[in-house]
């Protein structure tokens, strides 16, 4: 009679906590903190000053998103590409959007080639993003350019460039953002590495 009675208590505590984790499961998501979303893309551009390049590169962004439900954020962004005159161009700085727009300001340098001096400069960006594709363009300012005393080489001055970047979204922390316009901006919503997928 004891053993029936702890088998059926031990049963009972059993479809308790079932219950409990059920209703936890089905409980709808009340937070509304931060979420941090990491996109990377690659990066197409064409422009420049006194001479114009095609540059293929890279592209990392992270962003934050201070509230699960609003579609501003705030972040840092990250470019290297190869430019077909034979240089590499380096850009970082700070980025930030509300929907579809979004805006980066940060430096930017380029190497030095046979015929074009290096250069430092102020990078200024914007672009509009319709899912993994953002249209936009840059501009540099030179802030130093990188001659050497009596040196023959071209300055490219004040660049202007078309930008295309072809990026993916993961979220990295955080909740998953809700659907909405923050989806049309990020490709239909943000990947979750951590998810479990059915079959």
Known sequence: ????????????????????????????????????????????????????????????????????NMDGHIGLFAQGQYELGDAWRMA???????GMFGIEIGVSHRTETAL???????????????????????VTIPLVDHVAQGSSMGIQGIEGALVLRLGFDFRVHGQRRSSGCGAHHHGGGVRDPHAQHGH
């Not at 422009?47 to 540059?55: E, R, V």
Request: charged letters at 10%; one cysteine or more.
């Open 1 to 68: 009679m004891k053993s029936s009675m702890t088998l059926a208590a031990l049963l009972v505590s059993c479809a308790l906590a079932a219950s409990t984790a059920h209703a936890q499961d089905q409980a709808p998501n009340t937070d509304t903190g931060p979420t941090g979303v990491l996109r990377l893309g690659k990066l197409y551009s064409f422009g420049g000053g006194t001479d114009l390049q095609h540059g293929f590169g890279l592209d990392v962004r992270y962003h934050v998103f201070p509230e699960r």
């Open 92 to 98: 970082g700085g700070l980025s930030a959007g509300w």
């Open 116 to 138: 074009m001096a290096g250069s430092t400069g102020l990078h200024i960006g914007q672009a509009f993003t319709f899912g993994p594709l953002s249209v936009g363009g840059r």
